[in-house]
């Protein structure tokens, strides 16, 4: 075991930091989607008619097993700046539209039941770009 100063320890902690901080929008839709592959056949929760809400009031949707709390219990998103599992953290931290929040977490995308392996293909689509399939469904 190698012995070192205090000050040096903590630099690599500041190191660490900046490097989550660095994910790109595509990474953390990634990481987001790997976590929730991890359990395909999790049930979850959508966010009920997130449609029929005001900006600000839409912004502070949350619940309990949503997609989103996967997200924040993942130490390296939070790490990468995830701050809270509303819909409003989501849209900040993922860089997502309105549009794009609505097709992976609203209820009325999933029909019965959602689950996790569901949602990780919706993220995948929404991380790549221009992709057509994505595009139809707003």
């Given at each position: 075991m190698k012995h070192q100063p205090i000050h040096e320890i903590d630099a690599l902690?500041?190191?660490a930091q900046v490097q989550g901080?660095?994910?790109s929008r595509r990474e953390r839709l990634q990481r987001w989607a790997d976590l929730l592959s991890r359990n395909?056949?999790?049930q979850l929760k959508p966010l009920s008619r997130v449609e029929f809400y005001a900006e600000r009031e839409r912004a502070l949707l949350r619940g309990e097993n949503t997609?989103?709390?996967v997200a924040l219990a993942d130490p390296v998103l939070r790490e990468a700046g995830l701050q809270g599992d509303t819909l409003g953290d989501a849209q900040k931290f993922f860089e997502l539209s309105a549009a794009e929040a609505h097709y992976l977490l609203c209820d009325?995308?999933?029909p019965g039941q959602m689950d996790a392996e569901g949602v990780a293909h919706r993220i995948r689509k929404v991380a790549t770009p221009n992709s057509a399939s994505f595009r139809h469904w707003i």
């Open positions: 902690g500041d190191i901080a660095t994910l395909p056949d999790r997609p989103i709390s009325c995308h999933f």
